[in-house]
């Protein structure tokens, strides 16, 4: 096939069903990644000044938070975040590591409740070689998971179908959390 016949193609049904994902050309391109790993540039520092809704804020604790990853795996995948820029879990001081965990607890406690996952993954990862987005501010993935959420299209198209919208998830969590 040569170049003009293919583009002849374009708008001619075929086959093949589309899902087509503008917003995640956002993560590909860098957008919300910090261009350094000061304070002034952490999207997770810029967060907690703004409005819960603005801000995809589920909850806020004394010295972490719980917000919705802007770019998620699956439906409710959130993060929770320290209020301070440190990068490391061994950065965390007592009172962060208790709040940290009981925040990771409570959130997959909420998403049990109003989502009814099949199971969860939870973790972090640490440095930017180990697949931190944002390495400079600790952050911990909690992602609800059900049987079958995901398909072939992360491997071949580097896309993932998540059938709810972010402002709907957070709303349905905020009021869901205890």
């Known amino acids: 096939m040569t170049a003009e016949s293919a583009g002849s193609l ?14 995640r050309m956002a993560y590909i391109q860098g957008e919300s990644k910090p261009q350094d790993d000061s304070v002034a540039q952490c999207p997770f520092c810029r967060v907690p000044g703004l409005d819960d809704a603005e801000g995809l804020v589920v909850h806020r604790g004394r010295t972490c938070f719980v917000v919705m990853n802007l770019f998620p795996y699956s439906p409710g995948h959130v993060l929770v975040c320290p209020y301070r820029h440190v990068a490391a879990y061994t950065d965390l001081t007592d009172e962060e590591t208790a709040e940290f965990a009981q ?21 972090m990862n640490q440095g930017g ?8 501010h600790l952050h911990q993935h909690v992602v609800p998971r059900w049987g079958g959420d995901t398909n072939f299209l992360p491997i071949v198209a580097q896309t993932r179908a998540i059938p709810q919208l972010l402002g709907e998830a957070r709303a349905l969590l905020a009021d869901g959390w205890r």
């Open 10 to 23: 374009a708008g001619v049904p075929d086959c093949f069903q589309r899902l087509w994902t503008p917003y």
């Open 103 to 123: 925040l990771t607890q409570a959130a997959i406690r909420t998403l049990a409740a109003v989502s009814h996952p099949d199971g969860f993954n939870v973790g």
């Open 129 to 136: 070689v180990a697949g931190a987005g944002v390495a400079a």
